[in-house]
């Protein structure tokens, strides 16, 4: 008999002929939408990312997956998108962030998250 082993892949999780992967967006993409470039077995395509997406929200990208080795249908990538708080801000972005969190009605920790 023939033993195969798996190795793990840096970027991307096989759930059958289904790949995952995480995508980081920051915090402004996550509240205005965007485009962003995710990678693939083929190279990178790009993704849409709504408004409003939150982190852990998982987008599915038909037939980018594995292909079956019995010839069936080939496998989906389902990307994972992770919201990144960002570091080092400068004093102008500080103020802005600021100006945001007052908007929310200050600095309670209170939300308009669902």
């Not at 987008?59 to 010839?71: A, D, E, P, T």
């Amino acid at each position: 008999y023939v033993q195969v082993q798996v190795k793990q892949h840096p970027i991307f999780e096989r759930e059958g002929n289904n790949l995952y992967c995480e995508v980081p967006i920051n915090f402004a993409m996550a509240a205005l939408g965007g485009e962003i470039e995710v990678p693939t077995l083929d190279g990178r395509v790009k993704l849409k990312v709504p408004g409003e997406t939150q982190t852990g929200k998982l987008f599915r990208m038909r037939g980018k997956g594995v292909k079956s080795v019995r010839g069936g249908a080939q496998g989906d990538l389902l990307c994972r998108v992770v919201v990144e708080t960002p570091v080092g801000l400068n004093e102008k972005q500080k103020q802005l962030l600021q100006e945001l969190q007052e908007s929310f009605g200050g600095p309670t920790g209170e939300h308009n998250s669902p």
